[in-house]
């Protein structure tokens, strides 16, 4: 950018970047020497600090940065560029660095890991542009041109899995990855799509050879963060002093800082493990019980019915629903997915709640008390409380209350609560040599976004920075199907239409027919970062690769690859499994647990996996339970869905063709 910054004013670089500034706390009295040495593109991290390298008698070399000068945090022109060597996202750094000629060799230097090749890896370091790079790019040019509608950037950090493997080129790549996520930040972009919806997307980056080289301390002197200029669509970090600095003295940053260190600083030494590693594996792996405040917390409360309005609305629900069955269904909806498609039922649209005989809604509600006394006649599409069951963490809640009798639930731990139960679980498992591969999930995505499978604990341990997760014992020995399409042998899910008409007793059924979805590759317990072989969702991906079968065709190939398979059988373990996790969340009373409420109704989807358990039987384990799932390829494939939805919900007939009761 030109000397001349009268065509980019400080005023504006204020009005794109105070945000940012702001969130990562960079002192406002460094912003406009920071606004002149990017519009200039100043590197002068090199005048005032020098990298050094350190040999020890085991000629084994230390890197790290030292100051020139004397410097102090007050001095407005104490604030650096550091740019950026690579960005990648989670999934693809095994892509990057394999695929690109030379990158493993030249990570290995700027990490400082021993290397046997006979080339001579070059100490400078270029940077390189990955396919996410020019993807987050363009994203971040698409949105700058629009006014009023710039990004919001969080600093973030992660890590990324590995496996063993013989051939020494694979093996230095296997260290250079695992060492990535020592060295490696994030930050997120926050984005509009087209549809209005705003994602979230994670983009991980290593610095250049100078920022690389700041070690971690519990006691640093600088800190560095993540920025985004928008007027070069570039990502840089930036570094400034958190106090006076004297000549010779190391520069230090506290790699370990975040959100959950500040909200937990007693966990200090289980995030810190991928810099200071300990042996937490004698600790207990026993979480204790979610408190109260964990059900409720950045929660809407729902409010419920007391028992004289809840016995009111049984009887009018009652005496209303011959007189319902003979005239047009008065429905009030935000959302017309599956009633658009009844056929032999007919509706007549409300805006008025306190009007209709059926409230579907694909918007949260919460006030059940007041439904009960202006409309004792309505019912409504879903349970107070049932967050307990559709939101990841809190069903892992519900099923991880009695491990020790949980068979229908994998074993899951939630990183923001439970991180140092799980970090001995992890090493204890390590120990005695124990399967140990675990998946994370986000809290509150859909559609296999944001998971990762891995083996390697200073990975998960990063990714809790990304945002809530959970995680949960990876499946080592699914039951596999043999595609048609490609030959491979691929993991897959089930997913069933599940009708919840009762809490007090459980009262459900489950649709007759199931959705299947396949993985692409073949499976193995290897290679993690592979999203064809480990997930099943790629209806937002490649369609060409998408195998679409029915049920029965499923079925009769199922039970023809396994003899031994009767599926009648499994899908009685499948129903009792479902019933299993209805239970657990009802089994406490809310907010710990879904609300019993004569008005309620509720459709779910319920995603199952099948598995190899003790003598080779086959077992069924839930994944998750989706509110309002999509029910756009079940009215495509059987035209009389959305009728069976209203008749099995709220119209009390029971078609045993059609669904079975659980």
């Known amino acids: 950018m030109s000397e001349d910054r009268s065509a980019y004013p ?19 009295e460094l912003w406009h020497s920071l606004y002149k040495k990017l519009s ?22 230390t890197l790290f940065v030292r100051a020139l000068e004397d410097l102090h945090n007050n001095d407005e022109d104490n604030i650096f560029l550091i740019d950026h060597f690579m960005s990648f996202s989670s999934e693809s750094a095994r892509k990057c ?113 100078f920022g690389t080289r700041v070690r971690h301390s519990t006691e640093p002197n600088v800190r560095i963060v993540p920025l985004m200029f928008l007027p070069q669509n570039c990502a840089y970090s930036i570094m400034f002093l958190t106090k006076p600095v004297n000549t010779d003295e190391e520069i230090m940053m506290d790699w370990a800082s975040n959100v959950i260190t500040a909200q937990h600083p007693e966990w200090r030494k289980y995030i810190e493990q991928p810099w200071a590693a300990q ?47 003979k005239r047009k269904i008065k429905v009030y909806a935000d959302d017309t997915q599956l009633t658009e498609h009844l056929k032999n039922h007919k509706v007549e649209y409300v805006d008025d709640i306190k009007k209709a005989d059926v409230i579907w809604m694909i918007k949260h509600f919460h006030d059940y008390k007041q439904l009960s006394e202006e409309n004792p006649c309505g019912m409504i599409n879903q349970f107070p409380f049932e967050s307990c069951i559709t939101v990841k963490d809190l069903l892992a809640a519900c099923a991880m209350r009695d491990p020790a009798k949980n068979d229908w639930y994998q074993l899951t731990y939630n990183l923001n609560t439970q991180l140092p139960e799980f970090v001995a679980r992890f090493q204890n498992r390590e120990l005695n040599g124990q399967h140990n591969v675990w998946i994370v999930k986000p809290w509150n995505l859909a559609r296999g976004m944001d998971m990762t499978v891995t083996e390697d604990l200073n990975q ?24 048609p399409d490609n030959g491979n042998k691929v993991k897959f899910d089930l997913r069933y239409i599940v009708f919840l008409n009762g809490i007090a007793p459980v009262t459900a059924y489950v649709y007759n027919r199931f959705w299947i ?15 064809e072989t480990h997930f099943t969702v790629f209806n937002y991906l490649d369609k060409e690769k998408i195998l679409q079968m029915k049920c029965e065709n499923f079925i009769e190939t199922i039970e023809k690859a396994y003899p031994r398979i009767q599926w009648s059988e499994v899908q009685k373990d499948i129903n009792l499994t479902i019933r299993k996790a209805i239970e657990a969340a009802a089994k406490e009373e809310a907010p710990r647990g879904v609300a019993p409420n004569v008005q309620s109704r509720a459709m779910y989807g319920v995603d199952i996996m099948l598995q190899h358990g003790d003598n080779d039987v086959i077992k069924s384990t839930l994944l998750e339970i989706n509110f309002m799932p999509d029910t756009t390829r079940a009215c495509q494939y059987y035209p ?21 009761p659980i």
């Not at 509009?192 to 919806?197: P, T, V």
């Not at 207990?284 to 028992?307: C, H, K, Q, V």
């Not at 993985?519 to 999203?531: G, K, M, P, Y």
């Not at 009390?652 to 669904?659: C, F, M, Q, R, S």
Request: hydrophobic share 35%.
């Open 40 to 61: 200039d593109q100043t590197f002068d991290a090199g005048d005032h600090f020098q990298i050094i390298c350190e040999m020890n008698e085991d000629d084994e070399k």
């Open 10 to 28: 400080f005023s504006t670089f204020l009005d794109q970047h105070s945000g940012q500034l702001n969130a990562s706390d960079v002192p406002p």
């Open 517 to 531: 979805r396949f993985a692409i590759n073949e499976f193995s317990l290897s290679n993690f970062e592979d999203v």
């Open 640 to 660: 009389d869905f959305a009728d069976t939805v209203f008749e099995t919900l709220f119209l009390d007939e029971i078609d045993p063709t059609k669904v079975t």
């Open 460 to 483: 998960i341990i990063r990714m809790i920075e990304t945002g809530p997760k959970i995680v949960c014992e990876y499946i080592p020995r699914p039951l596999l199907f043999p595609r």
């Open 279 to 325: 042996d937490f594996s004698k600790e207990t792996m026993i979480p204790d019980a979610p408190t109260l405040e964990y059900f409720t917390s950045g929660r809407n409360p729902d409010f419920l019915a007391g028992p004289t309005e809840q016995q009111t609305c049984q009887s009018a629900i009652f005496t209303s629903l011959p007189i319902l069955k």
């Open 97 to 209: 660095v394999e695929s690109t000629e030379g990158l493993v060799e030249r990570l290995a230097g700027l990490f400082g890991i021993d290397t046997d090749s006979t080339e001579e890896v070059d100490e400078t370091v270029e940077k390189i542009e990955t396919s996410v790079e020019k993807e987050e790019a363009e994203h971040a040019k698409k949105i700058s041109s629009e006014t009023g509608n710039l990004p919001r950037h969080e600093s973030v950090d992660a890590r990324l899995s590995s496996y063993s493997v013989d051939d020494p080129k694979n093996e230095l790549t296997e260290k250079v990855l695992k060492a990535l996520w020592k060295y490696s930040q994030t930050y997120s972009v926050s984005y509009q799509l087209d549809n209005g919806e705003i994602e979230k997307k994670s983009v991980w980056y290593v610095m250049d050879d």
